[in-house]
């Protein structure tokens, strides 16, 4: 059964920056497109950042275009999601998820999730 499981989150001033990892413990890492979320609480779960197994194509949500960096090693099997100049809007539960379709900025379009890592940013 594979598993991913993320890391890296915390405590963070705004401005302040945060490096998420998520291990992918199957073999089918390379040809998996994978993606993050966050889940602010109160509100629904929601596309942060995409990365596709085909040619390594990346997608950002407008919010965090410019400020966050997806990217992956697929030797060590490991999605990174490299986050800059952190604001309050951005502290939530951060998962990361992986995908059987080359690209999909919705929840229903990924079959196996993390357990979550929490990032919160202080003013």
């Known amino acids: 059964q594979v598993h991913l499981v993320e890391s890296g989150g915390g405590l963070v001033q705004a401005g302040g920056s945060l490096r998420l990892s998520c291990a992918h413990s199957?073999?089918?890492?390379?040809?998996?497109?994978m993606g993050w979320f966050r889940q602010a609480p109160g509100k629904e779960r929601e596309f942060v950042s995409s990365i596709s197994w085909i040619l390594d194509n990346t997608v950002y949500a407008d919010s965090v275009k410019g400020r966050f960096t997806i990217s992956r090693d697929n030797p060590k099997n490991t999605l990174y999601l490299q986050m800059n100049d952190l604001k309050g809007d951005d502290t939530a539960v951060y998962y990361c998820?992986?995908?059987?379709?080359?690209?999909?900025?919705?929840?229903?379009?990924?079959?196996?999730w993390g357990q979550g890592t929490q990032v919160a940013v202080s003013s």
């Open positions: 998820a992986a995908s059987q379709v080359p690209f999909s900025s919705v929840a229903a379009g990924y079959y196996l």
């Open positions: 199957g073999r089918r890492f390379s040809t998996t497109t």
